[in-house]
Nanobody
């Protein structure tokens, strides 16, 4: 059974930090990502990481504040979120896939991801 299980969501004040985790099992992925969806808004890409190379990619809105990484076994993806802002408030989703060939690099498109977690909620108060 394919599973992506997120954890780490919480309520924090602006300027605070959180680390989200997503444990993957049941499938071999080569690209893992975090998306988020704020109330009343569309889901948007936050960050992604290629498992083999460790190359990480970020949305402009989180560059310099968020960091995505993998554990040594490459079965868990983390999202370290620092200097949180109220606009970071959202449900955060982990996503994973095997990139189709040829790959155009569009890691930020939802439709590229085959598997999704249930989400973990992040609330940042001002």
């Amino acid at each position: 059974e394919v599973q992506l299980v997120e954890s780490g969501g919480d309520s924090v004040p602006a300027g605070g930090s959180l680390r989200l985790s997503c444990e993957a099992s049941g499938y071999t992925y080569n690209l893992m990502a975090w998306f988020r969806q704020a109330p009343g808004k569309e889901r948007e890409a936050v960050a992604a990481i290629y498992k083999s190379s460790g190359t990480d990619l970020y949305a402009d809105s989180v560059k310099g504040r968020f960091s995505i990484s993998l554990n040594n076994a490459k079965t868990t993806v983390y999202l370290q979120m620092d200097t949180l802002k109220p606009e970071d408030t959202a449900m955060y989703y982990c996503a994973a896939t095997v990139t189709a060939l040829p790959w155009d690099g569009k890691w930020y498109e939802e439709r590229r991801y085959r598997f999704w977690g249930q989400g973990t909620e992040v609330t940042v108060s001002s």
